[in-house]
């Protein structure tokens, strides 16, 4: 018989700020629950290092929320996020890295892509104690050939792909295939066009005292830019949808705000 090879892989995710949402709801239950999930590869591995072999892949809007003080505070009486952060850095665990706010890469503007990819790698050093990321699990699996390049600049050596990308013995049933473009990723390019615009219109004036100022606005707006990029408000349903909408409403603000100090 011809040896066959496996990967386990673990994909751990959250929306930006839902923890927090869910502890004040009267699903608080739920977050305990996920919390604990969390915790608990690494206590599963106990033993069984020399065997275990365990790929896994925090997302970016994930770490943010285990790395804020609030949260950690919030759920002391839970679990020990600091501790079981520690548990995942002396672990043999292979992490894989991801985009910083859980981008689609293939709708969202290309240019965004080393900042999403790069962020996440900072975020990932620093929280779960590795110098290199050898994989990538693309956020909702979204990937495009067009990425290999910034991905290759990254250190990244393979990525985890769905069924896109290995073809069928039979025709795909419609629930297969998941993915589809939403009217709100022309927003979204709309608003980084128009950042990139700002941002060069930046680079070619020498400002005074008003340049840190400027700077952080448009910094600013990038970030609101990135994060309404996250996939979660648009693969989560409708009533989600506005978080984007209201992170690009701020962002054109601080651009608007920025571009008019530069006049």
Known sequence: MPEVYHAIGL????PLGNLIALHNSPERWEARQILWCYA???RMLEGYEDVARLHLDFSGTLLKQLEDPGVRETFADVVSIADFLDRYRCSNIEFLGTGLYHPVYPLIPPSDWDTQTAWWLGLGRHLLGRDQFPGLWP????????MIPSLARHG??????DCWYIKPKRPMRWEELRYRQKKGWDEIRNASAYYQQVKRAFD?????GDGVEVRQLINGAYDRILT????????WGSCWVHRSFDELEQAYHLLDTAMAKLK
């Open 11 to 14: 994909n751990m995710h959250q």
């Open 40 to 42: 608990r590869p690494t």
């Open 139 to 146: 956020p909702e699996m979204g990937f495009c050939m067009e």
């Open 156 to 161: 990244y050596q393979y990525v985890i792909v």
């Open 204 to 208: 070619h004036r020498q400002l005074g």
């Open 228 to 235: 309404a990029e996250t996939s979660c408000n648009f693969f």
